[in-house]
DNA sequence: CATATATGATTGCATAGCTAACGATTTTTA
DNA sequence: TAAAAATCGTTAGCTATGCAATCATATATG
């Protein structure tokens, strides 16, 4: 049997641990928006440093990417492919418009639409765009384990189906 | 043993299903970097359904959650703590300032930091701004399911340490 | 102790994202 | 067939974010 002095001390001690152990986590620890958006900023930084020999950000590649791997597309078609807004699609497209990127031509079936094509400066990155994507991939799956990386893609795109 | 046209008709389709397969999925399916700025988008959204009766973006009410949380803290601290940059600090206080949420103290032991303090009407929210946080966790947790929910934190936390 | 360096906050400038609203065109409906 | 509704692209206006540079203050160094 342990005297009251000693069962007294121990009490301290581990609620003091455990104190400890709260406070050592942040308070949005297990929160999936704080945790998703931080990670989107850690990757977007990662994806600017393998996107910057083009002068593309992360963002202008992607959209670059898509219309390389399927020309044509209309506008909202790439909207709906990159999941972001029509407005946001206009100014993208703008973008790599100015840098002689891609060009729009008028839907001959519907006078609304824009299907976007590719320029020949555009056509000529498409292997090193895609090559340099994929060392960045490669360069996270060694980095994480490629089960790791799997299992993480996998996961949130169940949460976004979920959402949707 | 099949005849050679039989063979030939089965490969066709095989083929003709594996390039099915591989249009059905779009391009960016097993990127990391497009499925969490998707899904960041996404949440942001849910969120700020939740923000919305206090006139405050998701941005906004974790900093305030963060600043009620731990009232005191420097700013370099809180924009450690939600890992934004110190500019994007600067700001977000400016706009909870605006509001009249929080005040600026100036550091009694070094001149250049600035402590962070809710005021009485931030103080008031405290409460039912983490209920309603609260609540956004509990139903995305029924809608994906304890246990996914928990996974993909668990996942973005690891990723995100490792390319820390 | 004087100067150089480092740090915290801010400001300037840029990108990316959204909603709301609008013009042009197409489709639906009465 | 005329009017209403829907759709596509754009524009306006807003927020959030970052980097680079600047100012003020502390700290380190010679």
């Known amino acids: 049997m342990i005297d009251a002095n000693t069962a007294h001390r121990w009490l301290t001690i581990i609620v003091a641990l ?14 999936l928006y704080f945790n998703t958006t931080a990670l989107a900023r850690q990757l977007e930084g990662e994806w600017a440093k393998a996107f910057e020999p083009f002068d593309l950000t992360p963002p202008q590649a992607f959209l670059l990417r898509a219309i390389l ?6 506008q909202y078609e790439l909207a709906n492919a990159l999941t972001i807004s029509r407005p946001t699609a206009t100014r993208a497209l ?41 060392q960045v991939g490669k360069r996270l799956k060694k980095l994480l384990g490629a089960d790791v990386f799997a299992d993480t893609v996998t996961k949130i795109r169940g949460v976004r189906a979920a959402l949707k």
């Open 69 to 74: 791997d399927q020309p044509g597309l209309m």
């Open 18 to 31: 455990l104190i400890i152990m709260i406070y050592i986590g942040s308070m949005f620890d297990h929160c």
């Open 94 to 134: 703008d973008g790599l418009k100015a840098k002689g990127l891609i060009e729009r031509r008028n839907s001959e079936r519907d006078g609304r639409e824009q299907a976007i094509f590719p320029t020949a400066p555009a056509i000529a990155m498409h292997t090193s765009l895609n090559e340099a994507s994929v």
